[in-house]
């Protein structure tokens, strides 16, 4: 507890210096308010990944102190995820960095973590035994496009205030539990405080927004949990690699769909912005309000109540995943169950057919 709360109390005065100091953000302002993911309506700092990230590599550097013979790993799974952060910040800061160079900056993180960390898919649990996956050929695309792919997830479900944020932290704490009970440290310490600090920024981002996530928060945080989960589960053989697979299913699900559905369902490319996610599909057809959807009040009260809905979704996954994070045959059948939820839901929405406790009435 004391990584977390150390991160949390860093994160959070972090995040007001950078919300009070014009200097830290002035370039890093978005006020676009008309994108087709565009939710908000006043210009906000989208840096809230720069406290994170100073906040959990000065937790870092006190645990290290404390527990030494952690620095190792610790200093480089840092190391690696600079280097996905840097892509992100400076797309936040200048707006240049295409979704591609962000993406193979996360891929040359984990092969990285491959490397410096032996991060790496090197076994698939079954029902009834293990698949080894013994051959570099194979084991290294697999880690990177699987850990590379995380990152991006988490990214691509940053839509509203506080929504990526207590999805990840949710996960984080699964991870650290199932490290607790594995006796793996460096998992649990690591874990924490990634979730403390996302927690200190939290309180800044929800349900108000006065500062977002932005895509370097998005791809350190969401490279964080790639890379935990793959170590607490290739460390450790008693936790089923259906733990992984289903405690991160949510992002990773979310964004496979929407692939598909751009490529083979509206013939555009995958890495095209659009409005149809389902958090975007519950935040226009699903929580209603009598005051215009312009309106800057209604519009901040719309946005902080789509959020609960999908941190409700995503525990569908998180809480069978850290109950059952031996049973494989139980996480393989919580894996179809989600997906065919997720489907289910995104389907009637669409429809304009939501299912009836979903449904806000609008207030008169």
């Known amino acids: 507890m004391f990584s977390f709360l150390l991160s949390f109390i860093a994160s959070a005065l972090l995040t007001l210096l950078v919300i009070k100091e014009a200097r830290l953000h002035g370039p890093a302002l978005d ?31 006190i645990s290290i102190w404390r527990v030494p013979v952690l ?18 910040i400076l797309e936040d800061y200048t707006g240049r960095v295409s979704p591609t160079r962000r993406l193979l900056l996360t891929m040359a993180a984990a092969t990285l973590g491959y490397f410096l960390l032996d991060a790496r898919i090197d076994r698939l649990d079954l029902p009834f035994g293990s698949w080894a996956l013994p051959y570099m050929w194979i084991t290294l695309p697999l880690t990177v496009l699987a850990v590379a792919g995380i990152a991006n997830a988490v990214n691509i479900i940053d ?10 932290i949710c996960m984080l704490l699964s991870l650290g539990y199932v490290a607790l009970q594995v006796n793996d440290m460096f998992v649990l310490i690591a874990a ?14 929800y349900p108000v ?37 289903l405690l991160l299913i949510y992002p990773t699900f979310e964004t496979l769909f929407s692939v598909y559905r ?37 519009l901040i009260r719309r946005n902080s109540l789509t959020s609960p809905y999908l941190w409700l979704f995503s525990l569908m996954a998180v809480i ?42 609008k207030k008169h």
């Open 31 to 61: 006020a676009n308010f008309d994108g087709v993911q565009k939710v908000h309506a006043h210009d906000v700092a989208r840096i809230g990944g720069l406290p994170i990230f100073v906040a959990v590599a000065l937790s870092s550097a």
């Open 71 to 88: 620095s190792d790993l610790l200093l480089a799974l840092l190391a690696c995820a600079a280097v996905a952060f840097a892509g992100g």
């Open 159 to 168: 839509g509203f205030n506080g929504l990526a944020s207590v999805v990840c």
């Open 192 to 205: 924490l405080m990634v979730a403390g600090a996302t927690a200190g920024f939290l309180i800044w981002n």
């Open 209 to 245: 927004g006065l500062i977002f996530l932005g895509d370097g928060g998005a791809y350190f945080i969401g490279f964080m949990l790639g890379e935990l989960a793959l170590l607490l589960v290739m460390r450790n053989p008693q936790v089923s690699t259906w733990y992984a697979a």
């Open 262 to 298: 751009r490529m083979f369902v509206r013939g555009k490319s995958p890495a095209m912005p659009d409005g149809i996610h389902l958090h975007s599909l519950i935040f226009r057809r699903i929580v209603q309000w009598a005051v215009g959807r312009k309106e800057a009040r209604a």
């Open 320 to 361: 069978p995943a850290t109950v059952f994070w031996r049973q494989t045959w139980v996480l393989m059948i919580s894996c179809l169950l989600f997906i065919g939820s997720y489907i289910w839901i995104y389907v009637r929405i669409v429809r304009f057919k939501a299912p009836r406790w979903m449904i806000r009435h």
